[in-house]
């Protein structure tokens, strides 16, 4: 059988709440992770991580934090988004060599990154944005997941109204103060199926050259 097309990927998403038990096999997690992290992020600096979340008793520690929900308590994976706001000011070195093994990035490139970029992070530092544009890398990152795990046969679940504190307790982050749970992600087999509610029309939602105006 042919692989879903991503149109048909983006058309057949839902968001399920209840998850058979059965585990995410491993080499499908790592491909998941991996295909999670192709996710573009500002000046590539990657500043967003993602914890997967298996052992049950911790699942359970995640289903506390999220008021209760069941999802992270019923599907065998939770995948933890952080943002990581003070990112940009660790070791780039390695993103920067990597760019020039592949050929991406030129000398020049480089050092306008290595300079304008971090100038740029450091003037969100200064206005207060820093983890704001973190946590918009690591929803992108999200967002892969959600779409890979689609294609892959596996339902998503992803869960907003939880304690930020206590979901880095139960990461085992609760002394970084500079990271931010961006989203909690449960993937699982769906153990149920849920009709597409609907979207409103193109034309309530997406305009032309200025807001309101038709296409």
Known sequence: M???????????????RRFRPDPVPEHLLRELLELTLEAPSSWNFQARSVVAVR??????????????QRQPREAPLTL??????EGWR????????????????????????ATHGIEFQRDLAARGL????????A?????????????FGLATSPM?????????RAVGAGHRDDLAVALLLSVGFPAEERRH???????????????????
């Open 130 to 137: 820093a983890r704001e544009y973190a946590v918009k890398d």
């Open 2 to 16: 042919a692989p879903p097309t991503v149109t048909q990927v983006i058309r057949t998403r839902r968001s399920i």
């Open 197 to 215: 509610p609907g979207r409103r029309p193109l034309a309530r939602l997406a305009f032309g050259e200025r807001y309101g105006e038709g296409l």
């Open 55 to 68: 052992n049950p008793a911790n699942r359970e520690a995640l289903s506390r934090a999220a008021n209760g």
């Open 90 to 113: 660790a070791d780039l070195s390695d993103v920067y060599a990597r760019a020039r093994e592949n050929r991406a990035w030129d000398e020049d490139f480089v050092r306008s990154t």
């Open 160 to 168: 907003n109204g939880w304690d930020e504190a206590e979901v880095l």
């Open 139 to 151: 929803m992108i990152a999200a967002t892969h997941a959600m779409l890979a795990a689609t294609a």
């Open 80 to 85: 933890v988004f952080l943002a990581e706001a």
